[in-house]
């Protein structure tokens, strides 16, 4: 997934991580996105530590997944691996590291932070391992394993200010949810129009608000500047991913041939549950 916000391709592991992150990257105060991080099995810094934004703070370190453990009294539920060191020729055990799904790094009046997004398909999933001939032959050993497992996560992160948050397929309606992929595919133009047709595009589409369809303003734009169809399109939809034009994208599909509704319910005063930084 190309996010132009971030200049680089973003990774996604399921269609719900695809839904969390677009999320994600919608909001404006979002500067920076770690997918699928290695939680440290040993003490290091914080994810900011060392961010231009982050300079002069005193920032908690995370203590590692295995003090995390040993201080929740399920250090054997904690992954291991049998390694043969040669020089030693002894067998020891390895621990293995865990990996998050979504690390969002924030910025408001306070200054930055991060929100760490715990994702799976449904609620249910967070008393599941992906040890499958375990959650067969133990149902019960593996949900005690799998809440565990995310109360380590939790808890490493808690320790250094960080909120965890656990997201699943329902968080996101499916009206937003289509929207957002809608202007995602958008997000990237190829071809920009000048910055006066631009701006002459935007205030016609902020015109057509609760009016009369938005195509009325991309064709005007189209006819009177002999622009590209196609890029007077893509730089609409740029415009509301961009919330430029600020439009419902919570209860109304957005159609160029339909209006659009003023926006009422901010998606982000609906979802400020998910962002927030207190712990």
């Known amino acids: 997934m190309w996010s132009q916000k971030l200049q680089r391709y973003v990774h996604a592991l399921s269609a719900t991580e695809q839904t969390a992150a677009r999320l994600a990257l919608f909001h404006p105060d979002l500067f920076e996105m770690h997918e699928q991080r290695m939680l440290p099995v040993k003490p290091q810094q914080h994810p900011l530590s060392g961010h231009a934004r982050a300079v002069g703070l005193d920032l908690p370190s995370l203590q590692g997944t295995i003090a995390v453990a040993e201080r929740l009294d399920v250090l054997k ?17 390895v621990p293995t590291p865990m990996f998050g799904d979504l690390l969002l790094f924030l910025f408001d009046g306070r200054g930055p932070y991060v929100v760490n997004w715990s994702v799976k398909l449904a609620e249910e999933d967070f008393n599941r391992t992906i040890n499958l001939r375990r959650r067969v032959r133990n149902s019960n050993a593996d949900a005690s394993a799998a809440r565990a497992r995310h109360a380590i996560e939790e808890q490493l992160y808690l320790d250094a200010g960080i909120r965890t948050v656990r997201f699943v397929s329902d968080t996101v309606p499916p009206t937003l949810d289509h929207n957002l992929r809608l202007l995602f595919l958008h997000q990237r133009p190829q071809r920009q129009l000048d910055r006066d047709i631009l701006r002459e595009l935007e205030d016609r589409v902020r015109g057509t608000v609760g009016r009369e369809p938005p195509q009325v303003a991309l064709l005007g734009v189209t006819h009177r500047h002999g622009c590209d169809y196609q890029d ?15 439009v419902d994208l919570m209860d109304a599909l ?11 319910n901010s998606v982000f005063e609906r979802f400020a ?3 927030k930084r207190e712990v």
């Open 77 to 93: 539920t904690h992954g291991w691996i049998r390694h043969y060191d040669e020089q030693s020729q002894e067998t020891r055990l």
């Open 232 to 246: 007077v399109r893509q730089a609409f939809f740029c415009l509301l991913w961009e919330r430029r034009v600020r």
């Open 254 to 264: 957005v159609l160029v041939d339909q209006p659009l509704r003023p926006e009422k």
């Open 273 to 275: 549950h998910l962002f």
